[in-house]
């Protein structure tokens, strides 16, 4: 398997615009969550999906973060409208009933 | 709220030493993590501890879990500088999502 797989690696935009992030975890796997990484803050958990359905999404800091996992093969993160301090990388990871986590490797967002 | 807490956060050692680094949770949890980031990178799994006394050793590292102190340790025997990277531990959350430490930034030294 190739692991779990984000897009885009990068994302520079600017403020107000609106940002997708994707995620397509490893097959099989039932549970996908999002993390967001910053100095500040370190790992935070944003929404994690169980089965595809969003069982706890009291990490998203605010309205304009919305998550989606429509199949199990594929998962969104939308946050609209951007600003600066969303800066930060986010990481996708999925696992098997929690025997262990494997992430992604990042989408690092700068919003200027 | 489970909280995971780490120490020491920086650590700075020279190549042979041997050092541990602590991690406490603050709610039952019969399962902990470990992962290393290096700059830049993800996160890689090293050990998943999933019940009391377990024991995991991977070439100069070995993990361990004390359930009933809420306790994990990762012990580094003989550093070396391929070692020097960051260390997270992490507990599961409401039994499904990883709560993680704000990890052990390592520096192995010549």
């Known amino acids: 398997d190739a692991g779990v797989i984000q897009s885009p690696r990068h994302e520079v935009t600017e403020m107000g615009q609106e940002v997708t992030l994707r995620c397509k975890p490893i097959s099989g796997h039932n549970s996908l969550f999002w993390y967001r990484q910053t100095m500040m803050r370190g790992l935070e958990l944003l929404i994690y999906f169980n089965n595809n359905v969003p069982i706890d999404d009291s990490g998203m800091p605010e309205d304009r973060f919305s998550a989606k996992m429509p199949n199990a093969s594929f998962s969104t993160l939308k946050i609209q409208p951007s600003e600066p301090r969303d800066s930060a990388v986010y990481f996708c990871?999925?696992?098997?009933?929690?025997?262990?986590?494997?992430f992604g490797q990042g989408t690092r967002l700068t919003v200027v | 709220e489970l909280k995971v807490e780490q120490n020491p956060l920086f650590l700075s050692m020279q190549e042979g030493k041997n050092y541990t680094i602590y991690c406490n949770y603050s709610?039952?949890?019969?399962?902990l993590y470990w992962y290393r980031q290096d700059p830049g990178k993800s996160l890689e799994s090293l050990f998943v501890?999933?019940?009391?006394?377990a024991v995991k050793q991977e070439g100069r590292l070995m993990a361990s879990l004390d359930t009933k102190a809420r306790l994990s340790t990762l012990h580094i025997t003989a550093a070396v500088h391929d070692l020097s990277a960051t260390y997270f531990c992490?507990?599961?959350?409401?039994?499904?999502?990883?709560?993680f430490g704000k990890g052990t930034s390592l520096l192995v030294t010549p």
């Open positions: 709610t039952t949890s019969d399962r």
């Open positions: 501890l999933l019940s009391n006394g």
């Open positions: 992490a507990a599961p959350l409401s039994g499904y999502a990883l709560n």
């Open positions: 990871a999925s696992t098997l009933n929690l025997q262990e986590a494997f």
